[in-house]
């Protein structure tokens, strides 16, 4: 056999050994309430609320695409320096 074919075969070997080796056991689900209950102190779990959660999205994706734009314009001025 050939090196790379030893390689293969070896792969297909420990993939079978992964995926015979344990099942994932199953885990409870647990979601938190919207409102916090009486008792509970300002560090509990807490569940965000629709406009929340879109407000968080926004907030990421226009983060993401400010660094994108200022890595943009940094490999822009790098060039245009060496060039």
Do not use: H, N, Y
């Amino acid at each position: 056999m050939t090196p790379k074919e030893l390689a293969r075969a070896d792969a297909l070997d420990a993939a079978e050994k992964e995926a015979g080796a344990t099942e994932p056991a199953a885990v409870p689900v647990v979601t938190p309430d919207a409102s916090t209950s009486p008792g509970a102190d300002r560090m509990s779990r807490q569940a965000l609320g629709g406009p929340a959660v879109e407000q968080v999205q926004q907030v990421s994706l226009g983060a993401g695409i400010a660094l994108v734009g200022l890595g943009l314009g940094f490999l822009a001025l790098r060039m245009r320096r060496t060039g």
